[in-house]
């Protein structure tokens, strides 16, 4: 194996990455997608590293495996659909919720499995689980760009490992003792100083590598749960929620549950104009107050395909109109619309009816229309779950006035 890298004392996360990029590239060790830099590094061998999980009896006894999508994670993924083990990959940067279950085709041959536990076979094979999905998780399986023998780990700096597992805690989809295993090459074995690590930062039990099979006994404490007000640690708060948006759904459940979600930068953030999300709040509040004589008062022009609805797609009839049922009476249409960016559901037009407690939502097309009932299922208001689903009489609602004051 190759030496072991040496972080200086006083190195920072992004000084101990660079460093295991940099000696991947340097080596001839780094494997596609080139370059490693910014990802969970591919290297030669992780086949072989991958292959040694079979041999763990964390491995060989769960029955539910959570493996990250990162490519050195591919034999990982092969091996527990090889094994008729039931596979969820986290969707990508939590786009669309938190799992995809990995769902084979029946009688599948060894060629169509292999195609199934890539990035491809994610996308062709999987359906999504959601909050309520019931999984119940037995082993875990990330990539790290750097790891210590102490099962400290560094991941590549956005922080989706550590909240995919912060969010299974309180999805009450891993328990304390379910096990987690990281691939990496030797090189990427390192010494991290424990000031480096945060509370919420995901230890590992076991560090496979192409020639060792480590156990770290770790006794650092896994995070519990999402730690709300340390949740910016993934970007500011308004971005993590538009980024993540099955997060506002978890933050609503758990702060109904009675816990304290209040975010650390919550209230700064609104302070800083030049954040993407108080721009958005600025272009939606000057969008409405410019159609407001017209009263068609369009949502976010920072997030819709089409700044209006164009006279030709009305009369197309491509319109496709999702109704939003159960709104209780203390939901205000700004939430509504603060919701919809969140969720990337932002309509072309949205029919506010209040006194009825629901909304029409008018989209270009119906797949559009289909992706958007989809990402807003199982969100709840101001304590009422959404019915949300295609409207049932379509029609051509492009007129229809929204009353932008409620």
């Known amino acids: 194996p190759p030496p072991q890298l040496c972080s200086p004392a006083g190195a920072s996360k992004q000084d101990v990455r660079e460093k295991v990029w940099d000696y991947l590239e340097r080596s001839g060790l780094a494997a596609f997608p080139r370059p490693v830099h910014h990802r969970i590094p591919n290297f030669e061998g992780s086949h072989q590293a991958c292959c040694s999980v079979k041999e763990l009896e964390v491995f060989n006894r769960a029955h539910e495996i959570k493996v990250d999508p990162d490519k050195p994670l591919e034999g990982v993924r092969l091996a527990a659909l ?15 919720g938190l799992f995809n279950k990995i769902v084979p085709p029946p009688g ?32 875990v399986v990330v990539g790290s760009v750097a790891v210590s023998e102490k099962g400290w780990r560094i991941g ?28 990496v090459h030797d090189c990427q074995v390192v010494d ?8 919420h930062d995901l230890t590992v039990d076991y560090i496979l590598t192409p020639t060792r099979t480590i156990k770290t ?13 340390k949740a910016s640690y993934l970007c500011s708060h308004y971005e993590m929620l538009e980024k993540i948006p099955i997060l506002k759904s978890l933050r609503y459940r758990e702060k109904q549950a009675g816990k304290d979600v209040t975010l650390q930068d919550e209230h700064s953030d609104l302070a800083n104009a030049n954040t993407p999300a108080a721009l958005s709040e600025k272009a939606m509040a000057e969008n409405t107050r410019l159609q407001a004589a017209t009263g068609s008062a369009q949502l976010g022009q920072h997030d819709v395909e089409s700044d209006s609805l164009s006279p030709r797609l009305e009369e197309s009839g ?13 939901v205000k249409v700004s939430e509504l619309k603060c919701a919809l ?23 270009k097309d119906k797949a559009t229309a289909e992706n958007a009932v989809s990402s807003l299922k199982g969100l709840s208001l101001g304590g009422n779950t959404l019915r949300v689903e295609l409207a049932k009489n379509q029609r051509n609602k492009g007129q229809v006035e929204i009353n932008s004051q409620k």
């Open 82 to 96: 090889q094994a008729r083990k039931t596979l969820f990959v986290p969707t990508p940067r939590l786009r669309t």
């Open 108 to 139: 599948a041959t060894k060629e169509i499995l292999r195609i199934c536990a890539t990035s491809q076979g994610i996308k062709e094979y999987s359906v999504p689980v959601g909050l309520d999905g019931k999984a119940r998780v037995d082993l």
């Open 156 to 183: 590549k700096g956005e922080g989706y490992a550590d909240m995919e597992y912060a969010m299974m805690v309180s999805m009450g989809a891993v328990q304390e003792d379910t096990p987690v295993i990281t691939i």
């Open 192 to 199: 991290i100083a424990e000031e480096l690590l945060d509370d």
């Open 217 to 229: 006994n770790c006794i650092r404490p896994k995070p519990q749960g999402i730690i709300w007000h």
């Open 318 to 330: 491509m319109i496709t109109t999702v109704f939003v049922g159960n709104i209780s009476p203390s």
């Open 341 to 363: 960016r969140e969720f990337h559901a932002t309509p072309l037009r949205l029919n506010w009816q209040g006194a009825q407690h629901r909304a029409f939502l008018d989209y």
